[in-house]
């Protein structure tokens, strides 16, 4: 971000008149200067979705204070659900990953360049393969063999792990274990994946052999929060690439991995930058 003292309210609630006039009209009587603002009507369930960022240089109540006062003058008149959050708090992020290095190192580039606004002080993994890679970009790995007989100890360890660290999302960086509800429900919509395939088609297992045989034209990836669910939870992001008769399972494998990486790495960045409201196992993206 550009001004490195903003607040940023993340807003969903019934919808009626007066809300954007009334969160608004709170930030400039407190003399916040507004840099962005989106808002969004849900018809069908009649839900108000809004993401709002300002400048706290003159903001007149301190910043420790300003969450009772969204709280006391508009959630409760208003039933909303908020999220607030501030530029110079980075968040915390945690990369699990297996063998596969190609959306590894798509994040760890954008890290290394400056692009996010996020801190990267931890990688997971259930495999040794890819350390030499953090160590080339000086982040602490540690390695989680899982099988069937010790899967709840080591997710149990992994998760005490992401405590000492601070962590506050994880990235599943083509990380090929299925995650507990224990794990998930520790990082509510705070886990990002990338499934290799437009789901919700050809979830699981080998989906690039499943769309081969089905003869498709088109193979995707989606980028989605984790739930219990498997490949089920909130869609945040999703892109196509076209293939033909032509294409093997090799071919479209080596196509799918090129957009794997794009639509998992934007993702994290509308994470990182504040932009996602989820809702009713659904996704709001704001621009």
Not at 212 to 228: D, F, L, N, P
Request: hydrophobic share 40%.
């Amino acid at each position: 971000m550009a001004n490195d003292n903003t607040a940023v309210l993340l807003i969903h609630c019934p919808d009626r008149p007066g809300i954007l006039a009334a969160v608004t009209d709170f930030i400039n009587q407190q003399k916040g200067n507004i840099l962005y603002l989106d808002q969004y009507v849900n018809r069908e369930d009649h839900i108000f979705f809004m993401r709002v960022e300002w400048a706290l240089d003159n903001f007149i109540i301190p910043r420790d204070e300003i969450e009772d006062y969204i709280d006391t003058l508009l959630a409760k008149r208003y039933s909303m659900n908020f999220r607030l959050y501030f530029s110079d708090s980075k968040p915390r992020m945690a990369i699990f990953v297996s063998k596969m290095s190609h959306c590894l190192f798509d994040l760890l580039g954008r890290y290394h360049a400056g692009e996010w606004n996020v801190e990267l002080p931890l990688i997971i993994s259930n495999h040794p393969d890819l350390k030499p890679v953090a160590d080339q970009f000086g982040i602490d790995y540690f390695v989680f063999p899982i099988n069937k007989e010790n899967k709840a100890e080591q997710e149990a360890k992994e998760l005490e792990l992401l405590k000492q660290y601070n962590i506050n999302f994880v990235v599943l960086a083509r990380y090929m274990q299925v995650l507990s509800p224990q794990l998930i429900d520790s990082y509510p919509n705070r886990i990002i994946n990338i499934h290799h395939s437009f789901l919700p088609a050809f979830a699981g297992a080998k989906p690039y052999h499943a769309a081969h045989e089905r003869g498709v034209k088109i193979i995707g990836a989606t980028s989605h929060y984790v739930t219990s669910d498997l490949d089920a939870g909130p869609i945040i992001g999703q892109d196509v690439v076209r293939v033909t008769h032509k294409d093997t399972i090799e071919s479209m494998v080596r196509k799918g991995r090129d957009l794997e990486k794009i639509v998992l790495s934007r993702a994290v960045e509308k994470h990182i930058d504040r932009k996602i409201l989820t809702y009713q196992n659904r996704t709001v993206v704001f621009d």
